[in-house]
Structure formats: C-alpha cells, structure tokens
Nanobody
Framework: QVQLVESGGGLVQPGGSLRLSCAAS???????MDWYRQAPGKEREWVAT???????QYDDNVKGRFTISRDNAKNTVYLQMNSLEPKDTAVYYC???????WGQGTQVTVSS
C-alpha cells in the first residue's frame, strides 16, 4: 500500500499563502489524487481533485484561491493555497485513489 506524508502547513496571516506537499512512498501516476481538510469539531471535507490526466476540480469554498498539482516523477501532489482566510484553518490530508487510507495530515492555521 502507498504511504502518504503531508507537509508544508503552518501559521499564516489572512491573505497569506502556503504550499502543501504530499509525498507518497510509491508511484501515483495511475491514481487520481485528492486533498481533504478537517476543522476542529467538523467532519473531513473534500477540497480538490487532480485526475491521472491532470484535470482539476475544487470545492466552491476554495475555487479561485487553491491550486492542486502533481509531479508523478516525484510521487508528490501539491496544494498551493493563496488568499487564505481564517475559515481555511484545518488539518489538511491527501488521498490516493479515494482509498480509505490517510496520513497524519498537516496543520494549517490562518490567524492574525
């Protein structure tokens, strides 16, 4: 099975940017990739998808601000987050092929 390690989170002011990375232990070229997030007291919610051929989809809450990308040679998927808002505060997780397997996530906190 593919192991996932998310990184790149941190504390940022509103309007700031972060780039999250998700490093996989094996090849990901044959899988659609997703980012999810989970805020305290809330269920995990879907954020973005990038397909095997590079097509992207976004939740309306992040559309126009976030960009998902992938580098199959590096077995890595990214989430570029711009114009961050306090409501973006959550633990962010990546996922491979919609399988029920998750890494530890990376904390994103947007606050003044």
């Amino acid at each position: 099975q593919v192991q996932l390690v998310e990184s790149g989170g941190g504390l940022v002011q509103p309007g700031g940017s972060l780039r999250l990375s998700c490093a996989a232990s094996g090849a990901i070229f044959m899988f659609n990739m997703d980012w999810y997030r989970q805020a305290p007291g809330k269920e995990r919610e879907w954020v973005a998808t990038i397909t095997t051929i590079g097509r992207t989809q976004y939740d309306d809450n992040v559309k126009g601000r976030f960009t998902i990308s992938r580098d199959n040679a590096k077995n890595t998927v990214y989430l570029q987050m711009n114009s961050l808002e306090p409501k973006d505060t959550a633990v962010y997780y990546c996922n491979v092929g919609r399988l029920n397997s998750w890494g530890q996530g990376t904390q994103v906190t947007v606050s003044s």
